[in-house]
């Protein structure tokens, strides 16, 4: 009586434990990543993902002239001022002879050039808190005014410390 009572035991658990086994399941695996920026030394867009894609500037149809480009960027150096130049003269073309529009680019209010040395856009004490600041693209409209075509172009910025002391 005891083995039978035991099987049943063992059996009633093992049918108890089987209809566990056959429950729905569901798992879901996916990546994380971030990146953390050195905290010497750092300028990066402070919007993610837009320096990688094409930026439109758009035509304002009733003022007849062309729209600029703002996007914002963190900025930070503890030991010394932040500098910066353009690596090449910013401009947009559609492949026709004389038909160029100049870009102005600004960093935090200070106007970029590719024919001078770098200019400082952030001083020791402003890139030491850090600071969000904003690039800015206008484009110079040419003489004679815009003409129309699809334009391109790109701008490429570099950024660099100050030599310590020489702020």
Not at 39 to 54: G, K, M, S, T
């Amino acid at each position: 009586m005891i083995k039978q009572s035991t099987a049943l035991v063992l059996l009633a658990a093992a049918s108890l434990s089987g209809s566990e086994a056959w429950g729905a399941r569901e798992e879901h695996t996916f990546e994380v990543s971030l990146t953390i920026p050195s905290r010497p030394f750092y300028v990066i867009p402070a919007e993610p993902d837009w320096i990688h894609r094409p930026q439109q500037l758009f035509w304002d149809y009733p003022k007849a002239t062309l729209g600029s480009l703002e996007k914002n960027f963190d900025a930070r150096h503890d030991s010394s001022a932040i500098d910066a130049r353009l690596l090449l003269d910013p401009f947009l073309e559609n492949g026709r002879p004389g038909e160029i529009i100049q870009l102005r680019v600004t960093f935090n209010n200070v106007e970029l050039s590719s024919h001078v040395l770098p200019r400082q856009v952030l001083s020791r004490e402003e890139a030491a808190a850090g600071k969000r600041v904003a690039l800015k693209i206008e484009p110079v409209e040419p003489v004679g005014g815009y003409r129309s075509g699809n334009y391109y172009g790109n701008v490429l910025l570099m950024f660099s410390a100050s030599t310590p002391g020489a702020e």
